[in-house]
């Protein structure tokens, strides 16, 4: 890997945060609405309940981590569409920089726009809704770093897909996280989905993760067999989206699609 | 004067370069050199196989079988080696327009491995007359402007291979006149190969040291630009390219 070619790309997502500061709205303006709408569920179920559960740790912390997820994901992504949009794909692979270089560049890129909306959500959640978010200690370190795995991962498949498809198919991309969410048990143990469902949600590390919370706060310990198992499924899954972005960044050379790609939809 | 040079170090060496599609071969077993210091004019009509030759030799586009030597690099080999020694500009990759012309070139600096960048961004202002453009943003700017930027960001990493697809295709006579000036005396000055394909035959006969004509995929004809016309029965260089286009030439 080549530090310059790297920091080139980091640093045009900058010069375009610059240039445009509207490009921080997004990145603020969802994650605060997500927090500030759970926030007041979980009060309010809080207050209905007449239980001694305590809805906001679990339910307001499961958000985070899940925007967390999503942000990484989309941070990714979106460094990569911005060269779909500004049909630069010509300039940017007729020059020395690897798929190594720019993969990591999107990667750094999506750390440190993603990192602005982290900042946003914690401060709400622990300054509005005393939501304990460091509380968990060390799982919690492990816990957002198999979610940032999961956010590379999905980030690196969706900008492969998007290669493969064509420019068009970007609409396929924002939806993703959405769809995954049923199955990534955020809200609920795993145990409350249909066994198809639990199948499907075992394939996908941020199970792992929200089933280890909930165990750290009933008081379970350190849930190590879980973060072991995500551990897995996630390095595992890495790989193939990895796999998937360079097999069809070759046949996009092969085929002549990257320098045809400035057609809306090279399908 | 072109420089002496051994002919493993050609800045640019085409072996036997083919591409098929299926059943369609757009290019058939290709072959040949720039030299350094020399201007190669690459001819032929639309779908002749001109831009395809150039997506081969950038990297973008695979071919069947052959090789491509960047300044003696095996591009299929060392790919980021050998794209670090050429650099393009055409008509069809603008830099990107949400970026101003100064974060363009820093960025693509960078992307090439340029050490030294603030300083080569700053002769390349000047040079280019981008000085007062900096900080405009690039999909802001005329299109001689835009080529202006496109070659600014070309001559990055001092190449020493240069492909230039059509480069005047958007400007006026007057601004199309002072980049050829410009490309002549970067061949000369700095000795750097050039590949150039354009439409504009006098602009050809103008900047070209040897020209190749293309068609269907395959060579017809190559020469001097000033002496191939004559040498084919016709009056000019427009003309022959238009017979050329039209009916494959018996050469003599």
């Known amino acids: 890997m080549s530090l310059r070619p790297i920091a080139g790309i980091v640093l045009r997502q900058l010069y375009l945060l610059r240039g445009s500061p509207v490009r921080v709205f997004p990145m603020v303006t969802w994650v605060a609405i997500d927090i500030v709408l759970w926030g007041f569920i979980t009060r309010y179920l809080n207050s209905v309940s007449g239980s001694s559960v305590n809805f906001i740790p679990a339910m307001l912390g499961g958000v985070l981590l899940w925007d967390f997820c999503t942000r990484i994901m989309q941070g990714v992504s979106t460094a990569f569409l911005e060269d779909v949009w500004s049909r630069n794909f010509l300039n940017l692979f007729a020059s020395p920089l690897s798929i190594s270089d720019y993969i990591a560049g999107l990667v750094i890129t999506s750390i440190l726009t993603s990192s602005v909306g982290v900042v946003v959500m914690i401060v709400l959640a622990t300054g509005v809704f005393h939501l304990q978010f460091f509380s968990m200690g060390l799982p919690l370190v492990a816990f957002m770093m198999l979610l940032f795995l999961f956010g590379i991962t999905l980030g690196i498949f969706a900008a492969g897909l998007v290669l493969r498809l064509g420019p068009a198919s970007e609409w396929l991309l924002w939806p993703l996280p959405a769809l995954l969410s049923p199955f990534a048990a955020v809200f609920y143990p795993l145990a409350t989905l249909p066994t198809w469902m639990q199948w499907i949600a075992r394939a996908l590390p941020p199970s792992y993760v929200f089933e280890g919370m909930r165990a750290q706060l009933a008081g379970g310990g350190f849930p190590l067999q879980l973060l072991l198992g995500g551990i897995a499924v996630s390095a595992a899954e890495l790989f193939l989206a990895t796999y998937f972005y360079a097999r069809v960044y070759k046949n996009a050379v092969r085929t002549g699609l990257i320098a045809r790609y400035s057609a809306e939809s090279a399908a | ?252």
């Open chain 2, 1 to 252: 004067m072109m420089a002496a040079i051994s002919p493993q170090r050609f800045p640019l060496r085409v072996v036997k370069l083919r591409k098929t599609y299926r059943t369609k071969t757009a290019l058939e077993e290709l072959s040949f050199t720039v030299q350094s210091g020399e201007i190669l004019g690459l001819l032929g009509p639309n779908g002749a196989g001109k831009t395809t030759t150039i997506n081969m030799i950038l990297g973008v586009l695979e071919p069947t079988s052959g090789s491509v030597l960047i300044d003696g690099i095996d591009l299929s080999k060392q790919r980021e080696r050998a794209l670090a020694k050429t650099n393009f500009a055409a008509v069809y990759a603008a830099l990107p327009g949400n970026l101003t012309v100064k974060e363009n070139l820093r960025f693509f600096g960078l992307l090439y491995g340029i050490s030294s960048l603030r300083q080569r961004v700053e002769e390349l202002l000047t040079e280019f007359d981008l000085g007062h453009l900096r900080d405009a943003k690039c999909g802001v700017l005329s299109s001689g402007e835009q080529t202006r930027a496109a070659l600014a960001k070309a001559l990055l990493n001092r190449p020493q291979l240069l492909l230039l697809d059509e480069p005047t295709a958007s400007l006026d006579p007057s601004a199309a006149q002072l980049i050829r000036e410009k490309i002549k005396t970067l061949a000369a000055r700095d000795g750097c190969g050039i590949l150039w394909t354009s439409h504009n035959m006098n602009e050809v006969e103008e900047v070209c040291d040897r020209v190749m004509f293309l068609s269907q995929g395959r060579v017809l004809l190559e020469g001097d630009p000033k002496s191939l016309p004559q040498d084919h029965g016709s009056p000019t260089l427009e003309h022959l390219f238009i017979r050329v286009a039209r009916e494959p030439l018996v050469t003599p």
